[in-house]
């Protein structure tokens, strides 16, 4: 079974996350700084290669009503282009609801600082997102 690759999306950053070659458990692997569509291509380009991943799973900011607004838009556009950049790889969404919540109260009762969690919520958010999407394709 190949890789799995999950993105945590935001503006500014994008949590990456990577999971085992047997596709049972996701890990962080790094917060990237988003910067042109071209540049951020060949970033996960780079990285489909090196982690020989067949898929990229996004998070897809849904409405606590289940409806899509202006950033599940951003983020299936956001799909869309990095499905035309790097055609070796399926793209896909995945509910992301309270994932970053979810990371944050983990990072606090593991007793991380304020400043390290900071550094590290969009990479464990991404670690989320993937393990929910390689749950629900073992079940």
Known sequence: MARKI????GDVR?????????????SPRETYKRQTPEKDAAFFQKIVTEESADEIVLGLPVNMDGTEGERAHLAR?????????????RVG????RLTTVQAERALISADMRRDKRKEVIDKVA?????????DKLKR
Do not use: C, H, R, W
């Open 14 to 26: 994008i949590g990456v996350a990577v999971s085992d070659p047997t596709g049972l458990i996701a």
């Open 93 to 96: 969404f995945l509910d992301e």
């Open 77 to 89: 556009e956001y799909g869309e282009m990095l499905k035309n950049s790097i055609s070796s790889v």
């Open 126 to 134: 991404a670690a989320l997102i993937l393990q929910t999407y390689l």
């Open 6 to 9: 999950g993105l945590d999306l």
